[in-house]
């Protein structure tokens, strides 16, 4: 990373009195990871804070330090505007569309637009986490238990438990340097990859139930009747996409979650070396990594399926 960047990040931080930091819709371990690990960080350097989703903190991460502090909405005025973990502008949700340019844009997404004033962006690093595992003491703020907590738990995630291609020995001393703050790695790591309620299990019956095979692609379907037949809480698959990507076989596995708001979620992992999905999700304007991408797409579920379907075996060659 260019050193003048880091000093630019250093001279933003300084100079700011009310900071906002947001992430995706639908977000992620490693959106609110990094969401809290930054927002905590700058409280501790005597910051005021606001940390914003869209969406919310999912009830699997809201044992994580700091989660009760995050709001759905921006309720104060602020100087530094920061995104974490935001491949587009547009993943923030439609409120923030209005705002201004933000300030700092932060992330580990190939496929991130740079559409931040200072833009800090690593392919290389497994988790956005990851990267501020790395970075935050440059900018000179501290990692302690709490910080740590929600890095580790970014990292974790994302790597699926250190089982992505991209897991490193950096990544895994950046875990262990987290650890020696104090954290409880063990409960962390349970509750990021092993915890569920019985309304996510229900709900991953539901999905596996749907599973189809065709032209190398698996792939599963959620609808909004399985999402309120299970009282499933979230608009996401609940990481069934993760369970569709250990399946043999194939090239590689989809997922498609109906949305109440006419849109339809799609994800799509590879599952051989060397296969690259996130064309696939840039020609639907969404984004994400070679292994593992997703897009928001406005249609019907009948009519997008198809499409996205055979939009991916020409792309792929299948």
Known sequence: MNPEIHQAVRERFAAANNILVVSHV?????AIGSLLGLGLALQKAGKNVEMVLNDGVPALFTHLPGAEQVKTSPESNFDLFIT????DFKRTGPQFQSMRRPDINIDHHVTNENYGVINVIVPAAVATCAILTDFLPN???DIDHEIAASLVTGIVTDTLGFRTANTTPDSLRQTASLMETGIDMPNLYHR???SRKITSARYWGAGLSSLKSEHGIVYGTLTLADRERCDYGGNDDGDLINIISTIEDHVVGMIFVEQSD???KISWRAL???VDVSPIAT????GGHPAAAGADIAGALSEIQPMALATTRQMLNL
């Open 26 to 30: 639908r977000p992620d371990g490693d």
């Open 84 to 87: 974490v973990d935001c491949a």
């Open 139 to 141: 900018w000179g703020l």
């Open 192 to 194: 990021a990859l092993n």
């Open 262 to 264: 006419g849109h339809v």
């Open 272 to 274: 051989q070396p060397g």
């Open 283 to 286: 020609h639907f304007k969404g």
